[in-house]
Every structure is written in structure tokens, then in C-alpha cells.
């Protein structure tokens, strides 16, 4: 039976590779360096103000990872990743990941969740469904070095 578990280090060999395959594919189609990807899994297992869940069942079926940042109106729970794996997608997998992050609004002061996400995902839909608004005075800007 699938179960929800707290993310650690012995996860991350297959978090990487979830989170390698799906950034793989449309709409990103981006390439990350595994270690790269591994450093940043362990340092959401590491720090305090970082975290996250694996949906687990002898294999791995995605995981999220969240950070909660202070600010002056109070604590702001980041969904930073959500990822399922393409065959998992659809059967209540991501919605049972954010459920599971929602549990820690209230320990942890939290005014707000807030997600940056693709439109063009599926990611984006299962937001959408459980009630997320979109706030399009908001804009993404980055620069790449």
C-alpha cells in the first residue's frame, strides 16, 4: 500500500531520477546533473526550514519538497518541487503530497502557500482543481549565468 513518508536521504537516489525524467520531458525538456539534483534532495532533507514527502510502495512514485520563508505578514510555505512519475499521474498522488504539506501550515504559522508552475502541466490542472488562484499581476522573471 501506497504511504506518504517523510522525505530522507534514503530517498534521494530515486528522487533524482523521478525529478531527472520529468524535467525531461515537454514542456521544460531541460538536462540537470544528477549530483547537482542529489545536493539539492539531500539539502531538503538537511535544513530545517526545507523539507519534503515521498509517495512510497516498495518504489518510488514522486515526491514534494517545500521551504517555509519568513516575512513580515508571516511564515510563506513554498511548494518548491512536485513531481509524479507519468504512469502514477492521475490517481490522487500529487493531491495526497499536498494535502500532506498543507498539514504543516498551522505548526508552522503559515499565512500562505505559494507554487510557481508551468501552465502548460499537469501540475498546473491538479493546483487549478484544489483551489489555487492565479494572480496574474505576478510575474516570473529570471536571468541564467
Not at 526545507?50 to 519568513?70: H, L, Q, R, S
Not at 518541487?81 to 492521475?90: I, P, S
Not at 508552475?117 to 541564467?144: I, P
Request: proline share 1%; aromatic share 14%.
Amino acid at each position: 500500500m501506497m504511504e506518504i513518508k517523510k522525505i530522507g536521504t534514503e530517498y534521494v537516489d530515486a528522487c533524482a531520477l523521478i525529478y531527472k525524467k520529468t524535467f525531461a520531458e515537454e514542456p521544460w525538456y531541460e538536462i540537470y546533473d544528477t549530483d547537482m539534483i542529489k545536493k539539492y534532495f539531500i539539502h531538503c532533507c538537511n535544513d530545517t526550514l526545507y523539507g519534503g514527502y515521498v509517495a512510497y510502495d516498495n518504489k518510488m512514485y514522486g515526491f514534494i519538497t517545500y521551504f517555509i520563508k519568513p516575512s513580515a505578514a508571516g511564515n510563506v510555505l513554498y511548494i518548491d518541487e512536485l513531481c509524479v512519475t507519468k504512469e502514477a499521474r492521475k490517481r490522487g498522488i500529487g493531491t495526497s503530497l499536498i494535502n500532506k504539506v498543507k498539514d504543516l501550515l498551522e505548526e508552522n504559522c503559515c499565512v500562505s502557500i505559494l507554487i510557481h508552475t508551468d501552465k502548460k502541466t499537469d501540475a498546473y490542472k491538479l493546483y487549478k482543481s484544489l483551489g489555487f488562484e492565479q494572480d496574474d499581476s505576478v510575474v516570473a522573471l529570471y536571468k541564467n549565468f
